[in-house]
């Protein structure tokens, strides 16, 4: 099965600066890679995801890149804020189910931390 | 818009007793459901699979006897932790497509 690994476990950063979270997969056949945050106690928010025909994504001060040569995925949050502080999981699938949802295996986790 | 309710957010119980917790998709049908289980600083583990009108697909190591999993209908999936011990409480938490439900926080006395 899939396996992901996800990388720093804890990142702390100065308000403004730049923050980059680095996953790599296994399975050659995923084709989906949701990025997710979650603040403590609740939901995990889904907040971008890139699809294995793309090689970057960018929303707002987010993106995500993608190089399925060497399977690996990345994160990154620019002028980063406060409100960012959380912890953010990546996750990848090898096929996305209509109708239904996709059957995620997630990464262990990163704690961001941004200081004032 | 879509959306997935999950009910209840936290509920304590008294060990060997059952707990039912319910996961419905909202403005949407959900064919498949997952269920994961997630401990304090850590990943979100699946659980099982739940299909609508079949059986679920339940991960290594997931007693199947002890999670049952039901999706009835196109909207409603239910995971009953029975016989519940205090080493089954956790933060359990449903999804549909890319969406979660809130989770449920069970603590076992």
């Known amino acids: 099965g899939e396996n992901v690994e996800q990388h720093p476990s804890t990142l702390s950063v100065q308000e403004g600066d730049s923050a980059v979270i680095k996953c790599t997969y296994s399975?050659?056949?995923?084709?989906?890679f949701p990025w997710y945050k979650q603040e403590l106690g609740k939901r995990p928010q889904l907040i971008i995801d890139?699809?294995?025909?793309?090689g970057e994504k960018k929303d707002q001060r987010i993106a995500v890149t993608l190089n399925k040569t060497a399977k690996h995925f990345s994160l990154h949050i620019t002028e980063t804020q406060p409100e960012d502080s959380a912890v953010y999981f990546c996750?990848?699938?090898?096929?996305?189910?209509?109708?239904?949802?996709?059957?995620?295996?997630f990464g262990t986790g990163t704690q961001l931390k941004v200081e004032l | 818009g879509a959306v997935v309710s999950q009910h209840p957010s936290w509920v304590i119980c008294k060990s060997g007793t059952s707990v039912k917790i319910e996961c419905r998709s909202l403005?949407?049908?959900?064919?498949?459901m997952f269920w994961y289980r997630q401990f304090p600083k850590q990943s979100l583990m699946l659980m099982a699979t739940?299909?609508?009108?079949?059986?679920?697909?339940?991960e290594q190591g997931v007693e199947k006897d002890k999670f049952l999993i039901n999706h009835a209908s196109l909207t409603l999936s239910t995971l009953t932790v029975t016989s519940a011990h205090p080493e089954d409480s956790s933060f359990y938490i449903c999804?549909?497509?890319?969406?979660f439900g809130s989770g449920t926080r069970l603590t076992v006395v």
């Open positions: 999804s549909a497509r890319e969406l």
């Open positions: 399975d050659s056949a995923s084709n989906y």
């Open positions: 890139i699809r294995s025909n793309v």
């Open positions: 996750a990848a699938t090898p096929y996305i189910l209509t109708g239904g949802g996709n059957k995620l295996t």
């Open positions: 403005d949407f049908q959900a064919t498949t």
């Open positions: 739940s299909n609508e009108g079949s059986k679920a697909t339940y």
